[in-house]
């Protein structure tokens, strides 16, 4: 009988073994950057969009970023469209690197109305109101005086 009695001790002994385990069945939530969808191809705009993601914390966000040179292109072509060609061409000589063209060729962008060697004294009179980058047209007014 003692026998006995000691062999139920080892197997009770043998069922009281435990073991204890940490499950993680669950991911951390992931930022996903927002989709910024431009259908119309006649929009001067793009767009960008980011996300990070830590352990704790996480940001997504999205811009649009317009582009003018687009803008300035569209509303010059539309102005020419409409008959406006003077107004056309003095939307393009905003733009420094058209200005400059312009005045190489022979053709000074319009001046406050006035289209060709009366827009060229203008611009010569006025240089401040050049596009700020020009090159030719402050470089030669600076020459003149100095």
């Known amino acids: 009988m003692l026998a ?5 001790n080892v197997s009770l002994a043998a069922d009281t073994n435990t073991s204890s385990t940490v ?3 669950k991911a951390p939530p992931t930022a996903s950057a927002p989709s910024i969808v431009i259908n119309n191809s006649d929009v001067c705009k793009s767009a960008a ?9 996480g940001f997504a966000s999205g811009i649009t970023v ?10 010059a072509r539309s102005m020419y469209g409409m008959g406006m060609k003077v107004a056309g061409v003095a939307l393009l000589c905003q733009d420094a690197r058209v200005f400059d063209a312009m ?4 053709t000074p962008c319009p001046y406050k109305g006035s289209i060709g060697d009366a827009a060229q004294a203008g611009w010569l009179s006025n ?10 047209v402050k470089k030669k007014v600076t020459k003149t005086n100095g």
């Open 127 to 136: 240089p401040e109101d050049a596009p700020s980058e020009s090159l030719f």
């Open 103 to 106: 005045w190489m060729a022979g």
């Open 23 to 25: 499950v993680t069945d």
């Open 49 to 57: 969009s980011a996300a990070i993601q830590t352990q704790i914390l």
């Open 4 to 8: 006995i009695g000691s062999i139920a």
């Open 66 to 75: 317009t582009d003018e040179n687009c803008e300035r292109l569209k509303l």
